[in-house]
């Protein structure tokens, strides 16, 4: 069980170094064809691959975070599917970002973990 | 397949029920002892059904809701997993309240479903 909390922490973070310097890709390569997708700018829910790859796809280039933080990163796995959640501290400049993250990940039949559900959300200032 | 998501939805739309007459039991009766809680309005992610009771025992009878809609819910069900997620719009009176909500649900060794982990965050207004 260690083994797949290290191995999903592992896969998050070197999505997020490319997502923290302007590359969406890692994520879209770590997202399972049917994924959901929530953050605090949509008006609903997303649904699948193609959807996350324009949305992502529009802001390619335009993420720049300093340094960033994953606070108390817990996974609960349960056979074949891992729930990743973390308190997220980014920061650009003088400002600081936090957020809540929840991933959902999936051992695929080809033995790779997949993301098929992203929530982020804000949390207090 | 089908049938795991009438389940799912079934189960949270009756504690959903309770919740808007003030009533938290319904979903403290429904999340497991390891259930991972994230909201808006906590510093923090909250860990442990103790931690989410003392939360919702804090707010018991204040919340009210007079009438509640699960938009385009949604349940992915792998094995012996089931992520729920919906966007939630909720009335009281003039004023309007929307979310985006993910569950996820577990089914354990009693056959019985149970929350594992629960992230609420607001949309857009």
């Known amino acids: 069980m260690n083994n797949i909390k290290e191995t999903i922490i592992q896969l998050e973070t070197a999505a997020l170094e490319r997502w923290n310097n302007g590359d969406p890709s890692g994520f879209l390569e770590l997202s399972a064809s049917e994924v959901t997708y929530f953050d605090p700018f949509l008006e609903k829910r997303l649904n699948g691959l193609d959807a996350l790859t324009a949305l992502y796809e529009s802001i390619r280039g335009q993420v720049r975070v300093d340094k960033y ?57």
Chains 1, 2 share one sequence.
């Open 69 to 125: 933080e994953l606070v108390d990163p817990k996974v609960q796995a349960t056979d074949h599917t891992a729930v990743l959640t973390f308190n997220y501290i980014a920061n650009l400049g003088d400002s600081v970002f936090r957020w809540n993250c929840t991933e959902v990940y999936r051992l695929e039949t080809t033995d790779e973990w997949k993301i098929i559900h992203t929530h982020w959300s804000q949390m207090p200032k």
